[in-house]
């Protein structure tokens, strides 16, 4: 069997006559993490988004974690993305008028059943236990992009995708961001691939791809 | 006409077998062998039963073993909700028990019986010769084979995730068989047990204020009696009845949803640990169904009950006045005729004064007059369908062979003459009985219909 936890071959998204993403082969092992970079409309928000089950594809193959997302129904596909998948956005995409211990119980939720002291343990862990009981709009970006981390690693994904995490950061929010996935990465040992525009952020990761016009033009592997 | 009055109880007993097929999901084919030979035998063994036993016994013996189904779903009910609300409740005899081929069989073969035993009670009058037996018994084989494979084939199509707990089977079960049952008056349990209730608070207060001597009371004022009245009136009845009806479903309804929830604390990740109580709570919500169908079904019953698709004959009372002598003469055969077998009501004034009363023929041949209102009930009257009369205040059943003998809901009987010119009946004497048991009944504010 094997270790990979995606593994895609002449995957592609067209929209009309615009291809998005080109016939792609891409194989990553379970427990990596993967960086994406490109410039904007190089097809890595598309990548992202048939990876995480969010959109179809228009031909080729695309397993994750064994599935065969293609072969599911609109049903195992909302199922896929509830139970295997963790999502973080730039825009943090928080309820406003929820806590952040709510926030995070939303997600469970629509996972299973709530647990409220799951949820402080899952904020505790990202280092917001004591802003709990705090709205999103009494947080920082930093402690926002926290209680999303905690969101999306409630209900134990394999894999773990962020669409520009970082972006709205500055430098020093940003790398308490990246050691706290590190961390959470060592403990539960999901699959992250990340996109980002930034080098020092791809860095974060153990190899990365750089897509250009819908093409894996290069690919780089991090030095530990 | 036939056909179509067999089909609501086909239609339960389609019902019983499906959530049968689905409550032993492991012994389908114990389920299909027992409840076809259970049906048959219930119709022919009915159908037996009511032309060997004379007058109403037949309907007395299959009334009775419904009674015993709603009491059996009772235990069930309070044995369910023990389990669920008492602590170091054991029932795992009980789930063993469930599973067992024997358990299934005996199960099906007694629901089967009833069924088949109800829908006998339609069937039209016909001789117990052998060749009807058979052809009975072929015909109702032949119909339940057809409905138990179709019961099957929709079984196997519901999704698996669909679970009936046991007692919420057994209240569907108990629900359709009282729904086939009710639409059935000599069968239905609903009004007699209304009826029951009604004359058991009548009872109990009386013998209360006899014994307790409350009317000299110094503490009971006079306008408590209007509260004591309303224990009095048919509504406690009809409540008493509705609480008896519905308890037992209710019960299983909370006994579902008070279901314990598999133990989860050893598992260490939390999502998994949050998947399993959540399947846990849909399978418990999707269990609920069934015991939800049940009340809806026993609602339906209820209403079937109070208000019976049954047209009873009450004809208009006929206006009658008493001879010089004081006497009423009723021609046997004039417009109407006395013999045959109707219920005719006839009404005398006399002096501001005025009786209601009946004259009938019996199925003995045995002609009887009777005012229009019993010793106990409102003077609501009496009307005629399917071997029996039924009190219209208390809907209690009187079959026709106890017309004419007093006490109890039975019409109060009058002395009467049969001559060659017709029934004589003195004016005086029926004034009086319809004075005396009006009053008794009503205190004398309400002369009823």
Redesign the interface.
Known sequence: MSDNIIETSGLTRSYGDICALKPLDLHVPEGEWLSVMGHSGSGKSTLMNLVGGLDRPSAGSLRVGGADLLALSEDGLARFRR?SVGIIFQQHHMVPYLTAVENVMMA?YF???P?EA?ARTALERVGLGHRLKNRPGELSGGEQQRVCIARAI???PKLLLGDEPTGNLDHKSTVMVMELLKELRAEERFTIIMVTHNQEVAAWGDRTIYLDDGVLVREERMSS | MIAVKLIPHLLSWFGIVLILLRGFPKRRSVVIATSIAGFVIGVVGAFLLLRVLTGSVGFVIITSVLGMCFLFLWGVSVAAIYSRAGRGVTTGWGVRLVSTPLCAGSVTAISGIVAGAVCSCTLPAMDSTLMNLAMLGSISGALAYVLAYAALAVEKRISHSFTVSPSGMISAVVALQLFSSSSIIRLDLFSPLSMKVMKFAHDFVHQFMESMLIPDHVFVWSYLWRYIGLLFGKEIGFWGGMFIWFTPVLLVMCAVQYERLPSVAHIR???????L???A?RQRRLRLVVPFIALLIFTAAAYQSCYPNVEYWDPKPIVVTATSSGEIIIPMKSDIDLEDGKLHKFLFKQGGKEARFFVLLGPAAKLTVDLDACAICKPDGYGQADGTVICYYCKTLIPLETVGKPGGCNPVPITFTEKKDGVHIDALTLINEWTNTVQSTTKGKEGGK
């Open positions: 139970e469970q996972h299973s059943v647990d799951e409630i209900n134990s | 990740q939390g999502a998994e640990r949050r998947k109580l959540a399947a709570i």
